[in-house]
Antibody, heavy 123, light 107 residues
């Protein structure tokens, strides 16, 4: 069974930095694109960033572009999200998610999700 | 960016009812649409992809339809475990975008 375990969420002051990790297991991590999706308390889902299977291509929501950096370590099956210049509006549960692949093709749906890690930005 | 708009924002229904949730995209997305179910305190779960394909393990009472800009999720006969929040998501282009969610409550 696919396992995704996020970590690194803490209370951080506005303007601070944080790195989230997502440890993946029970699937061929290096073959799948990955994403981060967040959910502010009591709010809906917001896609944050995605990275291709090789790491060569990255994509960001406008709300985090220039502040967040997605990366991956395919040797150790870990996905990262480096978060800089944090703002109160970045407070959310951050989920990592695996893209959906079937029949030799991969698509922009999210087939598996981690349990999430809470990031709180507050002074 | 493609905006996704769901309606209604919330709906009350009883066990055994048929419920339909709609999702409208601000521009055509073909069939590049997914539906997710999220229960309180849990991660979302993929129900439907490619607008109408049922994800493995999802009960057949869930179905999806539509293409272009207008999509629907139908639950044919509500079960107690179906009371949750449902989200649509477009996979046509970046940035990926979700609808605001539809909360399905027990009447």
């Amino acid at each position: 069974e696919v396992q995704l375990v996020e970590s690194g969420g803490i209370l951080v002051q506005p303007g601070g930095s944080l790195r989230l990790s997502c440890a993946a297991s029970e699937f061929t991590f290096s073959s799948y694109a990955m994403s981060w999706v967040r959910q502010a308390p009591g709010k809906g889902l917001e896609w944050v960033s995605a990275i291709s299977s090789s790491g060569a291509n990255t994509y960001y929501a406008d709300s985090v572009k220039g502040r967040f950096t997605i990366s991956r370590d395919n040797s150790n099956n870990i996905l990262y999200l480096q978060m800089n210049s944090l703002r109160a509006e970045d407070t959310a549960v951050y989920y990592c998610a695996v893209q959906y692949c079937s029949g030799g093709g991969c698509y922009g749906y999210f087939q598996h999700w981690g349990q999430g890690t809470l990031v709180t930005v507050s002074s | 960016d493609i905006q996704m708009t769901q309606s209604p924002s919330s709906v009350s229904a009883s066990v055994g009812d048929r419920v339909t949730i709609t999702c409208r995209a601000s521009q055509g997305i073909g069939s590049w649409l997914a539906w997710y179910q999220q229960k309180a305190g849990k991660a979302p779960k993929l129900l439907i992809y490619a607008a109408s394909s049922l994800q493995s393990g999802v009960p057949s009472r869930f179905s999806g339809s539509g293409s272009g800009t207008d999509f629907t999720l139908t639950i044919s006969s509500l079960q107690p475990e179906d009371f949750a929040t449902y989200y649509c998501q477009q996979a046509n282009s970046f940035p990926r975008t979700f609808g605001q969610g539809t909360r399905l409550e027990i009447k």
